[in-house]
């Protein structure tokens, strides 16, 4: 004999308290599985409402997955853009790289991690904006914790803060960041750099950039490749440099191209900050340099 349907429905959203996704549509099933099938009456309308929920639940998932703000890596390494709202970290984004992002004279232009790609020196590196950290994001404030996430997950910081803008703005970002345990190689940009003269910063050093100056923005991006702390070698014959973390040996590169050029590898012909002289032949255990250009030689 069946509970009365008002007890059962009771029981059953009892049942679903504080279940979410995946969880909740196995629970609406075992329920289901549990219901007397009856075609009609009060019974066929709990089956009713309990597969409505199977369904909401499903369309819940796929729209919080869409939304989810994690950022899929992609390049050499990732940087991200912080500042207080309105600081022009878009405008630096769009700058650096292809994306159209909207920029805006207002806060809150952004209001989820934008990532685009840039090519430093022939070598991809993932830049992120991260938007609207405020006062208290560290305790989730604005969906903060979300945010720091993202930022954690990062390989450096790149701090925006707009020329003439009080200095305040800045730290109030950078108290939520230490908040939250992070701890990253860090510089600041100073941005809109046409607008007023750059800000002195005790810790920071300051690189003055505007998106209206093309010669900043090279000096900028020259900058951003040594924040990544990675070792850029050029293959004299040709293809894409290669960029990995120091030291970095000759056997590294080889291996960096095809493993087995990594063992095949007997050394190098070096050009660059690491060689004597233009051309070195260099063992494979030789260490190289940001800048270097190799000519791997095998067996
Ligand atoms: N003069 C000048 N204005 C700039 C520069 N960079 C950005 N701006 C202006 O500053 C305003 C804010 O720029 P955004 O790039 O949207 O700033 P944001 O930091 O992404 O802002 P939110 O996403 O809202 O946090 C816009 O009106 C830009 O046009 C610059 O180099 N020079
Ligand atoms: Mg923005």
């Known amino acids: 004999m069946p509970m009365p349907h008002r007890t059962q429905m009771q029981v059953i959203k ?52 869409r939304d989810s703000i994690a950022v899929r890596r992609e390049g050499a390494a990732q940087i991200a853009l912080v500042g207080a709202p309105n600081a022009g970290k878009s405008s630096l984004l769009q700058a650096l790289s292809s994306i159209q992002i909207k920029t805006g004279d207002y806060a809150f232009t952004t209001t989820r991690p934008v990532p685009a790609l840039t090519r430093i020196g022939g070598v991809l590196v993932q830049l992120v904006e991260i938007p609207g950290l405020i006062g208290g994001a560290h305790e989730d404030r604005g969906g903060g914790r979300a945010l720091l996430g993202v930022l954690r997950g990062a390989d450096a910081i790149v701090y925006c803060h707009a020329c003439g803008a009080p200095l305040e703005e800045l730290e109030t970002v950078r108290t939520e960041v230490a908040a939250a345990g992070i701890e990253l190689p860090a510089i600041l940009a100073a941005t809109k750099a046409d607008d007023a003269p750059p800000p002195t910063h005790p810790e920071l050093e300051v690189v003055p950039v505007s998106v209206l100056d093309d010669g900043s923005l090279e000096r900028f991006r020259k900058r951003l490749w040594l924040l990544t702390g990675l070792v850029r070698v050029h293959l004299r014959d040709g293809g894409d440099p290669v960029a990995l973390e120091p030291p970095v040996s000759v056997e590294d590169v080889a291996h960096s191209i095809h493993h087995e050029l990594g063992s095949r590898c007997t050394g190098a ?16 255990a030789h260490e190289l340099l940001d800048g270097d250009a190799v000519e791997i030689l095998d067996r």
């Open 14 to 65: 009892r049942r679903l308290v504080g279940k979410e996704g995946a969880d909740r549509t196995r629970e609406l099933r075992a329920i289901l599985a549990e219901l007397p099938n009856y075609r009609n009456g009060p019974y066929a309308d709990i089956r009713k409402w309990v597969n409505s929920q199977i369904d909401e639940t499903r369309a819940r998932g796929r729209v919080l997955h």
């Open 269 to 284: 012909r070096v050009w660059g900050p690491s060689a004597r002289f233009p051309g070195q032949r260099v063992g494979r």
